[in-house]
């Protein structure tokens, strides 16, 4: 078909298709895919037209431009040591890392010139304000009232720009060099002390607990002391009590044994010649004894009366046991 064609017509045909080619690539070449942490801002004939955010967008041929890629993310600008002076006049150097996030694409395109600039500027005018009412002990220790106050000014003042501030960290607060060799003294002369108070808590809580050692050792020891007094008291006299028990014991049952003899001496039905020889033993055991009445009878034959020699005989040696 194209051999049939003359060659004016065959290049228009191609002009064409290359013409179309060229305006499709330029038409794809307008087409934007927004990602998900970024906003583009577009104008459109120089004028601010709108915020795309994610997806595929298209801009117009000739009139709209992508004037701004803008970041949603959180952003931390480190900003170097600024020159402060203390309410004292000491002079020291401090940096800051400031952490912020961008809230509004429009403003922050158009609010301020170069934003970045203009927070590191604020942050050190900002820095020298809080500094210059507080003395150097002060700054020292306030790390966190410098952190707060600067980053409600700064949220304050940025929030016409689009941005938010999270967070105002103070990172390195640097003194002169003569004021850190006084630090460094004075924190010497400090743990000095510190030791110095501790040893001598600990020797003093050492004499305490000793001392109450001892009293409880005193105390324990003469309670032990009392114990065995009164333990030692206790079974004597449980001793001496068991002996006059075992002699009273004793007496009852020799009294016993003797009412016992004579009881029998009295009911037993003996010859005259037993009684005979019992009543010689009875005036040998009187005559050998310290009894003061000895009774001789005048018929040893008599029983009757021999009985009667034998009962008063061991009357008698009872009533003598009992004076002794």
């Known amino acids: 078909m194209f051999l049939n064609m003359e060659p004016g017509a065959i290049f228009g045909i191609v002009a064409a298709v290359i013409i179309v080619l060229l305006i499709l690539l330029y038409l794809i070449s307008r087409l934007r895919i927004v990602r998900q942490t970024?906003?583009?801002?577009?104008?459109?004939?120089?004028?601010?037209?709108?915020?795309?955010?994610?997806?595929?967008?298209?801009?117009?041929?000739?009139?709209?431009?992508?004037?701004?890629?803008?970041?949603?993310k959180e952003q931390v600008k480190d900003f170097a040591p600024q020159p402060v002076i203390t309410k004292d006049n000491v002079k020291m150097d401090i940096d800051t890392v400031v952490f912020f996030?961008?809230?509004?694409?429009k403003l922050y395109a158009y609010g301020v010139e170069n934003p970045l600039s203009a927070i590191e500027n604020l942050s050190a005018t900002t820095l020298r304000n809080i500094i210059g009412e507080l003395d150097l002990d002060e700054t020292l220790t306030s790390r966190d009232i410098i952190n707060s106050r600067m980053r409600a000014i700064l949220d304050e003042a940025t929030d016409p720009w689009g941005i938010k501030v999270n967070r105002v960290e103070v990172k390195n607060i640097i003194p002169p060099r003569d004021i850190q060799e006084a630090m460094?003294?004075?924190?010497?002369?400090?743990?000095?002390?510190?030791?110095?108070?501790?040893?001598?808590?600990?020797?003093?809580?050492?004499?305490?607990?000793l001392a109450e050692g001892q009293k409880e050792s005193q105390i324990l020891k003469a309670d032990a002391d009392k114990?065995?007094?009164?333990?030692?008291?206790?079974?004597?006299?449980?001793a001496i009590l068991k002996v006059k028990q075992a002699e009273a014991e004793g007496i009852r049952l020799i009294r016993e044994a003797e009412a016992e003899g004579l009881k029998s001496l009295k009911d037993a039905d003996v010859s005259a010649?037993?009684?005979?020889?019992?009543g010689y033993e009875a005036l040998k055991d009187l005559a050998n004894g310290n009894s003061t009445k000895i009774i001789v009878p005048s018929e040893l034959q008599n029983v009757a009366t021999l009985a009667t020699t034998i009962k008063e005989s061991l009357q008698v040696k009872d009533t003598t046991k009992n004076t002794k």
């Not at 996030?101 to 694409?105: A, F, L, N």
């Not at 510190?194 to 808590?201: P, Y």
């Open 101 to 105: 996030q961008v809230t509004d694409p």
């Open 273 to 278: 010649e037993v009684l005979t020889l019992r």
């Open 184 to 209: 460094e003294r004075q924190m010497r002369a400090e743990r000095e002390r510190r030791e110095k108070i501790l040893l001598a808590e600990g020797e003093k809580k050492s004499q305490i607990l």
């Open 227 to 238: 114990q065995a007094t009164v333990l030692k008291a206790e079974a004597q006299a449980e």
């Open 38 to 72: 970024n906003k583009y801002v577009v104008e459109r004939l120089g004028a601010f037209h709108k915020v795309w955010g994610v997806g595929v967008k298209f801009l117009c041929p000739f009139i709209d431009k992508v004037a701004y890629v803008i970041s949603m």
